[in-house]
């Protein structure tokens, strides 16, 4: 049985020949009005949201999740790329982005994806561009929310975050003398130096028969509507204002129920790096990043788009993208132990310490499944490992992970109760899990099999110094006779027993340098000594020198220990 469309009037003769044009013609009509829809062959693309550790305040797990999108129904919004800044170091980072950004809309373009271009403040120049017109012509949407036409600074699930960065003074991170040469030379060509943007960057280009162009919350809303789009990706700058505050940014389609998600490699932000909390200005936006994934939105990376949609692409477009001046070697530090609170000292000393120089990804292990370490995959991207873990047998594709990070030859550094990661007292574990007993023989070169006391409290020196640099409140760790080839820097003992190593590195067998410590105590976060022992470790491990700047003063240890004033 056929069944039509519509009804045909009662008494009406239809040729057999024009019955089937008529439906071939119906039938067109209502492939073209059906919603469309993913399916099985769609291309895959990783998203990454950040979830709350249970029982650790202010510590996340980084999530990913797998999903299909349809480029049909996709659009890219394209922030701010204007074609100058007030801030030169600004200007000089866009020039970076931009080609990326443009292969990475002629790419989407191609495969059917919507593209919206958002230089905001630029629409005079604009005025007659066929891509202008048309944002303009489009139909108002019948559920146009009444507040998209404004600036959002916040969102509901906002209300309760810190908001990570100091950016009240505009966040430029110019050199002075540079910033008042870029100040001249843009008032010489007339520009206002203030505010020196006339049109988005010449390097990404604007299809006239495809693209749009609009800053307005409401034209853009109507542009996703119109086109049925149910997935919007954003890139562009700055995150931590344009990107999540305009009309069209994160927090106001988020709120409004898109399906929205920040390309993190493809942005930049405006923060200062001599303002709180003193980072190096890339690691300030990653803090924006994190504050993006734990209360606005998913976010992903533009080699994941690349990939998904197997087009000819160069293969520097495979990796995420990266500053010519980010130059910080990648740290992981994995936290899985319950005994020595280090998803509280690790996570403080880090923020406190190392984001100056470093990338830093905190891997924690869950604290209801003690087999499970969600984000485990970070590690393929990092440059050095730190193991804080202790006796936790895992899945053996996580165990897998940690092994192939170590075995490839990276550094590694460990503390405490690295030394017994991986393996029960027992050696037995649950089904369906591993572990990995000869660990602290072959990472440390080490020899764990017990503690004295918690209450013998052993004093910690240097090997070449007789004078003890500070007492431990945690117990020493009896770890002798070492393997040949490590180096010993740091003693513990207490009264009775024999001195035990308590610091050394190593040399493993697949080359990698490795750093021990059996310190590591909440109290040993406290003490100057151990805090300047582990971050030399560290930087050594990440093949960095200490600055003078790294000294660590009181202030700073104070804060790091969270005894110092709360900053906002």
């Known amino acids: 049985m056929i069944i039509l469309p519509f009804p045909l009037p009662a008494k009406i003769f239809i040729p057999t020949q024009s019955l089937v044009s008529y439906l071939f ?14 399916s099985a062959s769609d291309p895959i693309i990783k998203t990454t949201r950040q979830s709350p550790v249970a029982g650790f305040q202010g510590q996340f797990h980084r999530i990913e999740s797998v999903t299909t999108w349809n480029p049909l129904e996709t659009a890219l919004i394209i922030c701010d790329v204007w074609d ?31 593209i919206i271009h958002a230089p905001s403040d630029c629409m005079p120049f604009y005025h007659s561009h066929p891509a202008r017109d048309r944002a303009k012509a489009t139909p108002t949407a019948a559920n146009l929310p009444k507040d998209i036409s404004t600036w959002c600074d916040r969102i509901p699930s906002e ?7 100091d950016q009240s003074d505009g966040g430029e991170d110019d050199d002075p003398n540079d910033h008042q040469q870029w100040a001249e030379k843009l008032a010489s060509e007339g ?25 307005s919350g409401n034209e853009i809303w109507n542009i996703l509507e119109s086109k049925g789009i149910r997935q919007i990706v954003i890139c562009g700058v700055h995150t931590n204002m344009c990107v999540l505050g305009r009309p069209f940014g994160l927090r106001q389609l988020s709120v409004h129920g898109k399906n929205v998600a920040l390309i993190r490699d493809l942005t930049d932000t405006m923060y200062n790096p001599l303002r709180w909390p003193y980072v190096n200005h890339f690691s300030g936006t990653d803090l924006i990043i994190d504050h993006v994934e734990r209360y ?13 949609l197997n087009s000819p692409t160069p293969a520097k477009y495979l990796t995420p993208f990266r500053f010519s001046t ?49 984000g485990i995959d970070a590690l393929s991207q990092a440059d050095a490992l730190l193991v804080s873990v202790r006796r936790r047998p895992l899945l053996e594709s996580d165990l897998t992970t940690i092994k192939a990070f170590v075995q490839s030859g990276r550094p590694l550094v460990g503390i405490r109760t690295a030394s017994h990661a991986f393996c029960l007292r027992d050696g037995k574990q649950a089904e369906g899990l591993v572990q990995w007993p000869e660990f602290d023989a072959y990472a440390f070169g080490g020899h764990y099999t017990n503690h004295f006391g918690n209450d013998l409290h052993p004093g ?29 820097s740091h003693i513990g003992a207490i009264e009775g027993q024999p001195e035990e190593p308590v610091a050394w590195t190593y040399v493993r067998s697949d080359g990698g340098r490795s750093f021990y410590t059996s310190l590591g105590h909440p109290t040993d976060f406290a003490e100057p000594h151990f805090q300047e022992l582990l971050l030399s470790a560290i930087l ?8 003078s700047s790294d000294k660590i003063s009181e202030d700073q240890l104070r804060y790091s220990t969270g005894k110092g004033r709360q900053r906002k």
């Open 460 to 488: 910690i020196r240097r090997v070449e110094s007789e004078n003890r640099q500070f007492t431990s409140k945690g117990s020493l760790y009896q770890v002798s006779p070492l393997k040949s080839g490590t180096r010993v």
């Open 540 to 547: 050594d491990a990440c093949g960095l020198e200490r600055r």
């Open 326 to 374: 980010d130059r910080r070697p990648h740290l992981a530090i994995l936290i899985a132990e319950d005994e020595y609170e280090t998803a509280k000292t690790l996570p403080q000393f880090a923020a406190m310490h190392l984001n100056g120089q470093l990338r830093v990804s905190i891997i924690h292990g869950d604290s209801r499944d003690k087999s499970l370490i969600p």
């Open 191 to 215: 520009r206002n130096p203030k505010a020196p943007w006339r049109q988005q960057i010449p390097t990404i280009s604007i299809n006239s028969d495809l693209d749009f162009i609009s800053d």
């Open 159 to 165: 209300e309760a975050a810190a908001y990570p960065i």
């Open 84 to 114: 100058s800044h007030h801030c030169v170091n600004a200007v000089r980072r866009v020039q970076e982005l931009a080609p990326r950004i443009e292969s990475l809309a002629t790419t989407l373009r191609a495969s059917g994806a919507t």
């Open 25 to 38: 013609i119906a039938t067109v009509v209502l492939a073209l009005a059906a919603p469309k829809t993913s």
């Open 296 to 308: 606005v939105c998913p976010t992903t990376t533009s080699d994941q788009i690349f990939r998904s």
